[in-house]
């Protein structure tokens, strides 16, 4: 599809199919330290992901808040690697500490071992968003460039916190609305198809949307971003009643 529509871009959301490549990979290790009593192993790789990938991380940060404090030199890139040679992992590291730390969340909130408020996890969520905002202005303010806290911020502490606090709420709700139910079941089934398409769907979209009168309101574009991924979700409703491609959507 990219190539169809020749143009440069179209699919860099793609790179999310490399880290979860990864993933599937380790996958047969990681579960094998996983069911092994104590998890000695499982804790010991977790520590090391996180070592060369949030706390690499966060080393830059503590570097570029010094700039901005303190006036001295900074590191103005998120590549940078404290530890050069020595490194085992590749770019999308972190992605295999989230996939970890979310099958043990998963497995203490089904056996009810966590008992966080709803109170606390809201404070966390809010008090990280604003560091990472906090952050973005600052690397903003003190390098003269656009600091983007999304694409800079997936294996930061904060994004983290912000990750794990919304999968313990939302664990937290209930609901008995069969038609809420069959709504998320058909949601929570297509999400990797709406991811894969919705950047097609936009590169479509987006030319006609600007050219709206106030397209670059709050409120429109929310709506438009809705109508996005309800328009991906029929396109992946769609390819799954073909033979040949409904297999990529159901990944």
Do not use: Q
């Not at 143009?7 to 199919?17: C, I, M, P, Q, R």
């Not at 979860?20 to 790789?45: A, C, M, N, Q, T």
């Not at 999400?191 to 409120?219: D, K, M």
């Amino acid at each position: 599809m990219a190539w169809f529509f020749l143009k440069e871009g179209t699919s860099e959301h793609l790179w999310f199919l490399k880290a979860l490549i990864s993933v599937y990979l380790l996958f047969p290790f990681i579960k094998e330290f996983y069911d092994v009593p104590g998890r000695k192993l499982l804790k010991l790789f977790c520590c090391i992901v996180f070592v060369f990938s949030f706390g690499n991380l966060f080393l830059i940060n503590l570097l570029n808040s010094a700039k901005f404090v303190f006036g001295s030199n900074y590191l103005n890139d998120n590549s940078f690697d404290f530890f050069p040679m020595v490194n085992p992992f590749g770019n999308y590291s972190y992605t295999l500490f989230y996939f970890i730390v979310g099958a043990v969340l998963s497995e203490k909130i089904k056996s009810n071992k966590i008992n966080v408020s709803t109170k606390v996890l809201v404070t966390s969520f809010f008090t990280a968003l604003f560091a990472l905002f906090l952050y973005g202005v600052l690397m903003t303010v003190s390098s003269n460039t656009f600091y983007d806290t999304v694409w800079n911020g997936y294996y930061s502490i904060m994004t983290l916190i912000m990750s794990a606090s919304t999968f313990v709420f939302f664990s937290k709700l209930t609901y008995a609305n069969d038609k809420v139910n069959n709504c998320l079941t058909i949601i929570g089934a297509s999400t990797l198809g709406i991811y894969l398409v919705h950047r097609f769907v936009g590169a479509v979209t987006i030319p006609y949307f600007r050219g709206l009168i106030l397209s670059n309101g709050l409120v429109l574009n929310i709506i438009y971003g809705l109508l996005l991924v309800l328009g991906s979700l029929l396109i992946v409703l769609l390819l799954k009643k073909l033979p040949l491609l409904r297999k990529i959507v159901n990944i």
